[in-house]
């Protein structure tokens, strides 16, 4: 009888710092892996500590209580299969990015990361030692070499380990999200099986941290790139892959298949679990947000319905005399599809009254975008009254294209402790909205259906902090903006080639001038979930202060 080994792999979703609650989920993908005859059972890069952890690593009694969670975990390893979990390790030599080997009720074996990340959202060598490259060990008939996370980006490591000795190569791994990722991976991935000629397991973890997630869809790979297993993104899986070695060596079986959704379901599902998980790791179970009738409160209330279910979340009208009949009708209608609480709470009196305190201040000045902020700003005072009076998080509500030119007020609408939509452009809210009037799935924990009314969709966006205001009396159309912000953020073009690629000089200098001028508040900004490869903060990282102008 051929020889056969199989591994459980636990696409699991840790919080950082909570050592016992990841030992626990740790043990119990043990357990499964126990009960199905499973030789090894792994789990994602740093799964013990949480990821990213930053500078929390930093701290020599985080990491003592992370290593004595180790030592604890593996003596509980015992008449089972070994166990592989990532943690950090200190000794004498440096401060390294581990993966450990538990069995027999011990430490067996740990690698330490070589290839430290440092660039997008990682910033490892401040935090981390670079450590030698591991050779592979052994568990039951397999040798297994172990390259973890960003060591498999890079062919010295994964050749190194083939050369001495490794049967096949499993990556543990803490990669995040962004829009399109998993080409990025199985690209990488594919070139290091047919380098080495060896099987390649990729396992990710799941779940939300602060402005990150990580989606998981972990893969199973043969020499020659031939994909025999491929795990759902943003679920957590506990399953089972099993080699055989023949003639040609160990290969992979066939596994699970999960469909992979596409780029817009990958998106939502991102900013839905971001959403959930940065709250109830947070403690928090409800949300409040004002909701204006327009599209982006819209959004960010559905999201908050399928992430904590209607029930949790608190919707907020504050109008004033500028607030169309139409918006107060759109925000009931919307609640009442949702199933959300909706109160009102009008602001013309606390207007007034900071208008009365400041008159003699303003006498004999025309009205201007002051007023038009202190309206703003008093709905920030009156939703972040009810956060903390009911304990509820307040969500904010402003999408990329407003947090990239300042189309928003500091201390006002952008009050709040998180926002899901921070790193979608206005063009993407729009088709957002239709893709999920139209698709409903089992992870929602809102009502399917045309949720958000269609008139919220196709009227003309407005602020409604003056009479008859419209957003393209400020700013381009949206069409036009998030085009030249692609190129500007997105692609680092310059002024000369957004030009030549169609767009108006005047336009392009004005949107790169208010691009540069509104870091500010964007560096005062609630976090939100990471969509793409240059998310404000995380990925692009400009001095507030900045007098260089593109003059193209």
Same mark, same amino acid.
């Given at each position: 009888m051929a020889d056969r080994f199989r591994l459980t792999l636990a696409q699991l979703n840790p919080t950082v710092g909570a050592l016992a609650a990841n030992c626990d989920k740790a043990f119990s993908a043990w357990q499964t892996g126990r009960e199905a005859g499973a030789d090894m059972v792994a789990l994602p890069e740093m799964f013990l500590t949480g990821y990213q952890t930053q500078d929390l690593v930093l701290k020599p009694a985080f990491v003592a209580d992370a290593m004595a969670a180790v030592d604890a975990l593996a003596a509980k390893i015992t008449d089972g299969p070994a166990l592989g979990i990532g943690a950090p390790y200190w000794d004498d030599s440096g401060h390294y990015n581990a993966y450990y080997i538990l069995q027999d009720g011990k430490v067996v074996a740990r690698m330490l @990361?070589?290839?430290? !990340?440092? %660039?997008?959202?990682?910033?490892?060598?401040?935090?981390?030692? %670079?450590?030698?490259?591991?050779? !592979?060990?052994?568990?039951? !008939?397999?040798?297994?070499?172990?390259?973890?996370?960003?060591?498999?980006?890079?062919?010295?490591?994964? /050749?190194?380990?083939? /050369?001495?000795?490794? /049967?096949?190569?499993?990556?543990?791994?803490?990669?995040?999200?962004?829009?399109? @990722?998993?080409?990025?991976?199985?690209? @990488?991935?594919?070139?290091?099986?047919? /380098?080495?000629?060896? !099987?390649?397991?990729?396992?990710?973890?799941?779940?939300?941290?602060?402005?990150?997630v990580f989606d998981g869809a972990s893969f199973v790979l043969n020499p020659h790139g031939q994909m025999v297993a491929q795990f759902a993104p943003f679920e957590e899986i506990v399953d089972h892959i099993d080699f055989e070695r023949g003639p040609e060596g160990w290969r992979a079986l066939e596994g699970r298949f999960d469909p992979q959704p596409d780029a817009w379901e990958q998106d939502y599902r991102a900013m839905v679990m971001a959403t959930h998980d940065y709250l109830t790791k947070s403690g928090f179970g409800k949300v409040v947000l004002g909701l204006s009738g327009g599209i982006d409160s819209a959004i960010v209330a559905t999201i908050a319905a399928d992430a904590l279910g209607a029930d949790n979340v608190h919707c907020v009208m504050l109008p004033s005399e500028y607030t169309s009949q139409g918006s107060l009708d759109d925000a009931t209608q919307l609640a009442q599809r949702l199933g959300t609480r909706l109160d009102t709470v009008h602001i013309e009196g606390a207007r007034d009254a900071v208008g009365s305190a400041l008159g003699h201040l303003f006498a004999g000045l025309a009205p201007d975008v002051t007023e038009e902020n202190i309206q703003s700003r008093l709905r920030g005072v009156m939703l972040m009254a009810m956060s903390n009076k009911f304990g509820s998080m307040l969500l904010t509500t402003g999408n990329k294209s407003e947090m990239a030119v300042g189309y928003c007020t500091i201390y006002g609408d952008m009050n709040g402790g998180y926002n899901p939509i921070k790193d979608l452009y206005k063009t993407r809210v729009f088709e957002t909205c239709r893709w999920r009037n139209a698709n409903h799935r089992p992870w929602m924990k809102g009502p399917a259906g045309e949720v958000i009314p269609v008139q919220i969709i196709d009227k003309p966006p407005s602020a409604e902090l003056r009479e008859d205001q419209r957003d393209d009396d400020s700013l381009p159309p949206y069409p036009v903006l998030d085009d030249i912000l692609e190129r500007l953020v997105e692609g680092d073009q310059s002024v000369a080639q957004i030009i030549a690629a169609g767009h108006e000089r005047d336009i392009v200098h004005r949107v790169e001038h208010l691009l540069y001028i509104s870091e500010w508040k964007r560096y005062q900004s609630a976090p939100g979930v990471r969509l793409t490869r240059r998310a404000f903060w995380l990925d692009r990282r400009y001095p507030m202060v900045n007098r260089w102008r593109d003059r193209a």
């Open positions: @990361k070589h290839e430290l !990340p440092h %660039v997008d959202v990682f910033d490892e060598h401040r935090i981390f030692d %670079v450590g030698p490259i591991s050779g !592979p060990y052994r568990v039951g !008939p397999l040798r297994i070499g172990t390259p973890i996370c960003e060591d498999a980006w890079h062919e010295d490591v994964a /050749e190194t380990l083939a /050369e001495t000795g490794a /049967e096949i190569l499993f990556v543990p791994n803490g990669s995040p999200y962004f829009r399109g @990722k998993l080409e990025t991976r199985l690209n @990488k991935m594919i070139a290091r099986v047919v /380098e080495t000629g060896l !099987p390649l397991v990729y396992l990710n973890a799941v779940g939300g941290q602060d402005d990150q």
